[in-house]
């Protein structure tokens, strides 16, 4: 066996012989400033969802709470019917959230690339 003295590396669990430590995955969003704030919640495939943000992590998987999804009509599935659904307590994985926006700075506007006709 060899001796780890003489100015040998040793080798870490990933093998590449260096010592330095395995860094931590930062968020991208700092989302702490809507923690217990409503905000509304976008996902891939067109669904949306609201409700109060209670936990989150770095892959941003998110835990809502009385969690409201707004239905979308069966036809269109991007468009968006008056009707809800009250879901509760959620836990909304990361990898399918698209878009998170607070829902006291969020308003309707116009789309500016529609002509208008008449």
């Not at 949306?48 to 835990?63: Q, T």
Request: hydrophobic content about 35%; charged content about 30%.
């Amino acid at each position: 066996m060899a001796s780890k003295e003489g100015g040998e590396k040793t080798k870490n669990a990933t093998g590449t012989g260096d010592n330095k430590e395995k860094r931590r995955k930062e968020s991208i969003l700092d989302l702490s400033k809507y923690l217990e704030k409503s905000i509304r919640v976008k996902f891939a495939g067109g669904r949306e969802a609201a409700g109060i943000l209670k936990g989150y992590d770095p892959l941003l998987n998110l835990v809502l709470d009385n969690t409201t999804e707004f239905l979308r009509d069966p036809d269109d599935p991007y468009k968006l019917l008056d009707d809800t659904r009250a879901l509760g307590l959620v836990v909304c994985r990361g990898t399918s959230v698209v878009l998170i926006c607070p829902m006291d700075g969020m308003e309707a506007i116009p789309n500016p690339f529609i002509t208008q006709e008449g």
